[in-house]
T-cell receptor, first 111, second 114 residues
Framework: EPEVTQTPSHQVTQMGQEVILRCVPI?????FYWYRQILGQKVEFLVS????????KSEIFDDQFSVERPDGSNFTLKIRSTKLEDSAMYFC?????????FGPGTRLTVL | GNSVTQMEGPVTLSEEAFLTINCTYT??????LFWYVQYPGEGLQLLLK?????DKGSNKGFEATYRKETTSFHLEKGSVQVSDSAVYFC?????????????FGKGTKLTVNP
């Protein structure tokens, strides 16, 4: 069964550094998303992406964040200058119809 | 805006006990409703869904019915197993803002003891 994959599974970085989180959505899906989950808190929407552009972004998704689909398969989330409060689990999801399928997540730790 | 309120945990049950996890929602329009499960160390997996009022979603012995009159989507299972230990998230799909995104509850941690 096709699944969403994410790399790396765990990323440790220093405050102020740039990180890129990678996702490979399910191949025939058209809508892509990033969510994050700060430890012990609810899963929060960050951004949605369709037809090579952002459809919607939340208040969390400020100028430090960007997304890209550089080729036909990868979908990336870049954080330009990480802050301590960016430490969280980041989930990629892809969607066909009304159901979103999630990847296993990348745990980002900012020191 | 749209929101989901979910029963706070943690919930601890013995094997074969009956499970209910309450979920209520606030939404404009007619959202689809979902339960996702997160096993320890893993990502979010879709457990079940319902797309319109009175629909019942079911999977792996779990059930939830979309109740528009009470704006609820409670998760139930008649006999839980140790392997059901996980965090359960209720969610709705929301088209506020122009794209279909999920709005999640806070999650309920379930522990089932043998």
């Amino acid at each position: 069964e096709p699944e969403v994959t994410q790399t790396p599974s765990h990323q440790v970085t220093q405050m102020g550094q740039e990180v890129i989180l990678r996702c490979v959505p399910i191949s025939n899906h058209l809508y892509f998303y990033w969510y994050r989950q700060i430890l012990g808190q609810k899963v929060e929407f960050l951004v949605s992406f369709y037809n090579n552009e952002i459809s919607e972004k939340s208040e969390i998704f400020d100028d430090q964040f960007s997304v890209e689909r550089p080729d036909g398969s990868n979908f990336t989330l870049k954080i330009r200058s990480t802050k301590l409060e960016d430490s969280a689990m980041y989930f990629c999801a892809s969607c066909y119809g009304d159901t979103q399928y999630f990847g296993p997540g990348t745990r980002l730790t900012v020191l | 805006g749209n929101s989901v309120t979910q029963m706070e945990g943690p919930v601890t049950l013995s094997e074969e006990a009956f499970l209910t996890i309450n979920c209520t929602y606030t939404a404009t329009g007619y959202p689809s409703l979902f339960w996702y499960v997160q096993y320890p160390g893993e990502g979010l997996q879709l457990l079940l869904k319902a797309t319109k009022a009175d629909d019942k979603g079911s999977n792996k012995g779990f059930e939830a019915t979309y109740r528009k009159e009470t704006t609820s989507f409670h998760l139930e299972k008649g006999s839980v197993q140790v392997s059901d230990s996980a965090v359960y998230f209720c969610a709705l799909s929301s088209r506020e803002g122009g794209s279909e995104k999920l709005v999640f509850g806070k999650g309920t941690k379930l522990t089932v003891n043998p």
